[in-house]
């Protein structure tokens, strides 16, 4: 019964280098001067008076979109410990010494330099070729614009991480289906489709359209199921 305290305990990993090598390189794109320019750059003047209106306690209503997006920024100024006393009233105004950049522009940085390893790990879990991933990953690495929003105090960034993340959850989970339903792998990634697909609607509105492509999907997926008479009830 004890036997196995006679072995010693052995633990093996696979560890794909080329996602870390792009986690790493998509990580030194997005952080790299984060802080420049120190200065309110295009819609910060928007999101930035929703975080001091968080930071100072403040009920607001925003017609715009959903608020999760809103406190995930605010999180980094709640983290960065701003004390929301910033005068948000034109793009190009200079911060404060009070206003932490880096933590208020930190989390859009971080979806969208882990954005670039899921482009990778959605076309290999499509069954496309290592080249083909590594090409949609390098176009996701490289894009100015993309790299641009994640470098600001913007929702793009997390938007775009939330809608890889729920195509990536839901094609691990099918792919679990096909190998070994019903097990912990397959429950995980179940669940993760759900909660990227409300994050997404969470940020902005306009994630719903992943929420219902994925819906699509797995409604073919369903409907073949259904047609399997090799599967029990």
Known sequence: MLGFLKRPVVVTADINLNI?????????????RLSYPRAVVFDEVYYGQYISFYMN???????????????????????????????????????TSNVPVWALRLLP??????????????????RFS???????????????????????????SPLIFFNLLAVLSY?????????????????????LTGVACACAVGVKYMGVFTYLLVLGVA??????????RTLSN
């Open 20 to 32: 870390v090598a792009l986690t790493g390189v998509g990580l030194l794109s997005r952080l790299w």
């Open 57 to 95: 306690r403040v009920f607001f209503l925003d017609d715009s979109g959903p608020p999760f997006g809103h406190m995930l920024l605010a999180l980094g100024g709640y983290l960065g410990g701003f004390d929301g006393n910033f005068l948000w009233n034109r793009i190009g105004a200079e911060y």
């Open 109 to 126: 940085a971080l979806t969208g330099a882990l954005s670039v390893p899921m482009g990778y790990q959605i076309v290999s879990e499509l």
């Open 130 to 156: 290592h080249c083909a991933a590594m090409g949609a990953a390098l176009l996701l690495l490289i894009e100015n614009a993309l790299i641009t929003q994640s470098r600001l105090m913007l929702l793009e």
């Open 171 to 191: 094609l691990k989970f099918f792919n679990s289906q096909k190998q070994s339903p019903f097990c912990l792998r397959w429950w995980f990634w179940l669940m």
């Open 219 to 228: 409604g073919v997926h369903a409907w073949h199921l259904i047609g399997d």
